[in-house]
């Protein structure tokens, strides 16, 4: 058992609770550093895709996790930002000042996109992100000059300051500056005020109005980060598939995207990149366990869809907190052995927050 | 003449809508849920009444009653397994569960070797008919359609009106609290309410089948009921199909007047307006909670 011994006031809001875990998070990014010169090519891809997969979740935690407002057409931020960014790269425009562009953008729109959660709430404003995420598939689908309608659009390669970034590795940088970027961001977020405005919006929006939580305007701030990321994540997708088109950022990936964060835990960072990897690895897992099943179902079509269907459903029902809850309660039996208790995490009872008239 | 004619032909979409949109209100109404499966149980009716016309060699009524009854079954079934269990939880989790639940419906479907990845058309002894009504020519399926629908209304209407069971259903969907202090089974009703919603959207699906083609992904016409039940407000039952024919409507002027494209997006636009304007919907009560 570990106790942290605290002598200053700042260590309540430190990144890292102590020296161990600063060894670790440091240690994480050292592999991460040096994953390219191990990993073959696949792997990197993959690696890549989680890291850009992690910042759109970062977006979609802050928002679903942390505000507690959900948005059931997130994709269509990241399409925005992977249509801004594939039209400057195009124009020539080095890679920086096109991200930006793309964030700025998507967070233009996410502020669009949050009028309604200022006068709507729960499953409404879900209703109403949704006809926004449908509105903008066709948008793309539509506007031909721009986005390439439903043939797609071919994305060109990275410009940063002269040098054309075509290998897997030095894109893979770029993806792990981002996510290191956009994680630390939103840990100093959330342990600013406005990060705690957030929480207590998300907690009670009643209550979190009283103690003179602006509630308009932390709601747009929130849908204006997490769409900025959102935008970030699309971008560097985009240039990641080199192929962009309508139905990637569709609703299908607007669900899958809402399954990442509640498969890896809704409200915490962690969760953000476990679900991430659920999501990117969960296929590989799936394509390795054909071979222990009969072809008749290993072959079927359906056969991710129903996996992915009864991971959700299982998760919501046996372990509402997601994997990051799950490995909370390992960690904490690990560190306590042998006194974990049963009871430890036991939730009491919660009954139904109604929405209607008493 | 042409005007009628689209009316029509939107009436008889905005049906469906509305019926599936009933399917929405229905289980909002008792267990404050957003069943994002809707389409989905929709789709299984379709299947189930396909089954029955093809493998049983039913006939189209005989197939469609089959399939309402097992579907309301497979709502009892989902009630009581999966959703019962984690009511409690915060609405957006088992909403994350309906979305698991059409995943799930929608791989199964497709993992039966043979069927599931085909288009299928369900023949209905009235497909291709049309009907003269003073130079008005109407498709008897669209007419089946609203007859139909107009039927289904009608009962639900007795049963929320005149039956123990509807009148608790009622009662429940008000106050669940004061329900089950006045000795109302709320529990055994909220199972009965997603048996009722699986089978109207049984019936949806049946009712389509003959109109487009039975497949797996029929299920995202669901979607557009959405925009339904919010224009006709998520807490009235008259206000669901309302809503439906609403939207069917608006579809099917835009599809027509308008250039290719806004078809598929005006109802979102028609949900998005309505939201900003009167989030309640048209027939909703203005409330605000007390806190």
């Not at chain 2, 020519?137 to 609203?146: D, G, K, R, S, T």
């Not at chain 2, 006045?182 to 003959?210: D, F, K, S």
């Not at chain 2, 299920?219 to 224009?231: E, S, T, W, Y």
Request: proline share 4%.
């Amino acid at each position: 058992m570990r106790f942290v011994f605290k002598t200053r006031y700042d260590q309540d809001i430190d990144l890292a609770k102590d020296g161990v875990q600063q060894f670790w998070y440091a240690g994480l990014l050292v592999a991460l550093l040096v994953a390219p010169l191990f990993l073959p090519d696949y792997w990197l891809a993959q690696l890549t895709f989680v890291l850009i997969y992690g910042i759109v979740a970062v977006g979609l935690m802050l928002l679903a996790g942390f505000t507690g407002q959900f948005s059931i057409g997130h994709a269509a931020f990241m399409g925005v930002g992977a249509y801004m960014e594939a039209f400057l790269a195009a124009k020539g425009w080095p890679l920086p000042l096109s991200l930006a562009c793309a964030m700025g953008l998507s967070a233009a729109v996410g502020v669009v996109v949050g009028l309604p959660a200022l006068r709507v709430k729960g499953m409404y404003l879900g209703i109403a992100t949704l006809s926004f995420g449908f509105i903008v598939e066709e948008v793309f689908a539509r506007w031909e000059s721009v986005t390439g309608g439903n043939t797609g659009k071919p994305v060109v390669n990275a410009q940063l300051f002269g040098w054309t970034l075509d290998g897997a590795a030095p894109f893979y940088f770029v993806c792990l500056v981002c996510a290191v970027a956009a994680t630390v961001m939103a840990l100093n977020l959330l342990r600013s005020p406005t990060g705690r405005a957030f929480v207590a919006v998300r907690d009670s929006e009643i209550s979190a109005q009283s103690m003179g939580i602006h509630l308009a305007r932390y709601k747009s701030m929130s849908f204006a980060i997490s769409a900025a990321l959102a935008g970030l994540g699309g971008a560097l997708y985009a240039h990641k598939l080199q192929f962009i088109s309508p139905e990637q950022f569709s609703l299908v990936q607007s669900i899958d995207l809402l399954l990442m964060v509640v498969i890896g835990g809704l409200g915490s960072i962690h969760g953000a990149f476990l679900g991430a990897i659920f999501l990117i690895g969960m296929p590989q897992l799936i394509s390795l366990g054909k071979d222990f099943l009969p072809p008749a179902i290993a072959q079927a079509a359906g056969l991710q869809g129903v996996i992915y269907g009864a991971i959700l459903v299982a998760v919501v029902m046996l372990e509402p907190t997601g994997m990051y809850g799950r490995w909370v309660k390992v960690r904490t039996w690990l560190e306590l052995y042998p006194f974990y208790r049963r009871g430890m995490f036991k939730r009491q009872k919660s009954f139904q927050k109604s929405e209607r008239l008493k | 003449m042409l005007l009628l004619q689209i009316i029509v032909a939107g009436i008889a979409q905005g049906c469906v809508y509305g019926l599936i949109a009933l399917g929405f209100v229905l289980i909002y109404k008792a267990t404050e849920t957003v069943n994002f499966a809707q389409g989905e149980l929709m789709m299984l009716g379709a299947f189930c009444g396909l089954a029955g016309v093809t493998v049983l060699g039913l006939p189209l009524w005989a197939a469609g009653i089959l399939a309402v009854v097992a579907m309301a079954v497979a709502g009892l079934v989902i009630e009581r397994g999966i959703i019962r269990p984690v009511l409690g939880q915060p609405a957006f989790s088992i909403v994350m569960i309906t979305f698991g639940l059409g995943y799930m419906a929608r791989g199964l479907v497709t993992m039966i070797p043979g069927i599931g990845t085909d288009t299928h058309s369900l023949a209905a002894p009235y497909k291709g008919e049309v009907l003269n009504v003073g130079g008005l020519v109407l498709a008897a399926e669209q007419m089946v359609i609203i007859a139909a629908t107009t039927l289904l209304c009608a009962g639900l209407f007795a049963l929320f009106r005149y039956s123990r069971i509807g009148v608790a259903m009622q009662a429940s969907s008000q106050n669940q609290l004061a329900a089950y202090y006045m000795g109302i089974p709320v529990q055994r009703l909220n199972g009965l309410v997603w048996a009722l919603a699986a089978a109207v959207a049984a019936v949806a699906g049946v009712l389509l089948a003959p109109q487009t083609f039975v497949h797996a992904n029929m299920g995202f016409i669901g979607l557009k009921a959405f925009p339904a039940a919010i224009v006709g407000g998520f807490s009235s039952l008259p206000g669901a199909i309302v809503g439906g024919l609403l939207i069917g409507l608006v579809e099917a002027f835009s599809g027509f007047y308008l250039p290719e494209g806004f078809k598929d997006v005006m109802p979102y636009v028609v949900v998005l307006v309505m939201l900003a304007v009167k989030p309640t919907g048209l027939f909703g009560g203005n409330a605000r909670k007390k806190v």
